[in-house]
């Protein structure tokens, strides 16, 4: 048995393709999606985020939501997550046997009127009663509590580090294991990165794991989770060839590139367990299986660096 | 007056462009380099490397380089600099008016040989004969020692620390303005950039200015900006567009943008004088000049973010 399989990371890298890049694409083939998870999770990666619990009328691409989680567990030991945006999404969750729950509030107020049909306060409750529900279940899952526009917001402009800080808040005392700050539009630069997690960490001290959602919209993605890095996330979220587009801000890429944000972490000597070469024939492979979507990312364009000592010629 | 034009920036950005960039292009006129300069200029880019002093028969397109560093000082303010590569080369600078010289050398030795045909002690050498010969004019010009493929080599991999370190002492030694570290071809990560930043500021201590010249190849551009900023690097070389292919990995992006680094600094609070909407427009018209490149960057593509306060609905 190779001993670095057992080797606990010291960052996970969290893969959402399956969900948020999908989200926008035509219906692809459980087995296809599968065949991603099964050949990402081989390469290291090790927590997915593979569908989200919704009404199958509104996001056809995730009909398959509990398919996906009970196949996927067949096919890999990792962490795989399901989205939800309510309570009932959460029940239904639960009962396809999800181990790991993400439940996404926004924090701006007309995001969450207008993806959530709510408010940001209601859905801090929501998540309070559910962590409360599950709490005495022997399979409780793990509970994360996602925070979307974090950083800012097209309708709203910045949102204020103090709002953020209510809501992580309101998250840490439901009891959720991780608070993950998303850059739903790519707002984000690496100055307001080290003072929202800075503000947090000081706030909640080490009982709640941070995570980061990065965007890559302007640019700042691998400068961001190096200052996320730095100010103590220890989760970061990418997918595979920076699937996913950001709606509001067509032909900007969204998501980091996981193979990016694995070259980065690797080369700053922080343990993910993910083996580069074989994520970059994951990428490969995916490019396979989306043959009409653009991938991204630098790291498969260029290659892997020669990194052998000085040639004796 | 606006007070903001008389205030000193905390980080010098270098548009390289016009001689990085350009010099894999066919000849651009003069009047059209000029224009470029002129308008990134005016968006508050306070130095550029404006041409090289290499012979007209090995790099056509800087035939033009007294003229556009005679030309260039009547267009703008901001610190004109050229490279050379050899002694030959900075007598002809000098004679041209530059008051800023980058002499470049290479970490690699293989890199040196073939790109210099001298081996980077003996680079040093002549920069040290270079700055024994100005230092008594009385316009001596600033003299950058620059260090290509500080960070790795194609040839040899990755360049130990100590190699550099050397080489920058003997720079030192010569008493160089400033030192600048090429990762040329897009070997750093900010690991390293890191290690080698701390290595030469205990090294040499606050007398040199620490400059940084990043490509994007492997999408860690902003990270390594980031951390050579941490590390105490004052001068940053980018160019218009990331425009500037390294021609050792085809397809891949070479320079960082200026743009985006504009932005990773502003972000900041980082003041370098730039307004980030006026060089949008330069690089809107740089593309016009070239139309047949491709230019690249992210902030260019998704556009500046409404940072405006929360509106009121």
Known sequence: MNTDTVRLPEVIVREVGLRDGLQGLPVLP????????????????????????????ILPQFADAPDMIAQG?????????????????????????????????????????RNARTTPEAAVQVVQDLVAQVAGHPSRPRITGAIATAFGCTYEGRIPVERVQK?????????????????????????????????????????VVLGAHFHDTRGMGMANALAALDAGVTRFDASLGGLGGCPFAPGATGNI???????????????????????????????????????????SRAGLPR?????ST
């Not at 459980?30 to 199958?56: D, H, I, N, R, Y």
């Not at 990194?307 to 040639?311: F, G, I, M, R, S």
């Open 30 to 57: 459980t087995q296809s999606k599968l065949a991603w998870l099964g050949l990402e999770a081989e390469a290291g990666v090790s927590a997915f985020e593979v569908t989200s619990f919704v009404p199958a009328h």
């Open 257 to 299: 590139a996981m193979e990016d944000l694995c070259f980065l972490l690797d080369e700053l000597g922080v343990h993910t367990g993910v083996d580069l070469e074989k994520l970059l024939h994951a990428r490969h492979e995916l490019a396979r299986l989306l043959p009409d979507q653009t991938l991204h990312g630098a790291l």
């Open 167 to 207: 809501l992580a808040e309101g998250l840490a005392q439901a009891g959720v294991d991780d608070i993950s700050l998303g850059d739903t539009v790519g707002f984000a630069g690496p100055g307001h990165v080290r003072r929202l997690y800075g503000a947090l960490r000081r706030q909640l001290g080490d009982g």
């Open 307 to 311: 990194t052998l000592a000085p040639a």
């Open 73 to 113: 567990h067949a096919v890999t030991h990792a962490e795989l997550s399901a989205l939800v945006l309510n309570a009932k999404g959460a029940q239904r969750a639960l009962d396809a046997g999800v181990r790991s729950l993400v439940f996404v509030l926004s924090a701006s107020e007309t995001h969450s009127a």
